[in-house]
């Protein structure tokens, strides 16, 4: 059976060994506290990694991202103000601020040119561009000549 088909709620050791724990974290945890951690896809292609946020209503500058070692950590902080007031007067009848930050770690195999990480944020999506080492990309198959 392929790893990645488990039916349970743990991800595959690979994908933690890989991404590290706190991706298992997220699954387990209760609704209450996931709340303000935003959804992430992990896809993995030829040339790469790629991490993408879903991080509506944020600025690309609510984010920080770090690399620490093979530590890539993703923070981000909103502040949002919800103000209703009386025109007339200008007399606020509520006031509601609401803050919330989030932070996520991965660790990065060796395998991956962490000197060459880039990111861009689009349309509330935060996408990070992770490229493995010319070494460790898969080449594709060639034919050998034989010399005589």
Known sequence: MN?????????????????????????NANAASVSNVPAVNVVEHQDGFRIEVAAPGLKKDDFKLNLNH??????????????ESDKNNEKYTRREFSYSSFQ?????PTSVDADNIQASYTDGVLKIEIPKREEAKVKPPRQIEIGG
């Open 70 to 83: 093979n530590n890539l950590t993703i923070s981000g902080y909103q502040e949002t103000k919800k103000e």
């Open 3 to 27: 790893p990645l088909m488990r039916t349970n709620n743990n991800l595959p050791s690979l994908i933690e060994n890989f991404f590290g724990r706190d991706v298992n974290d997220l699954f």
């Open 104 to 108: 996520r770690t991965f660790t990065l």
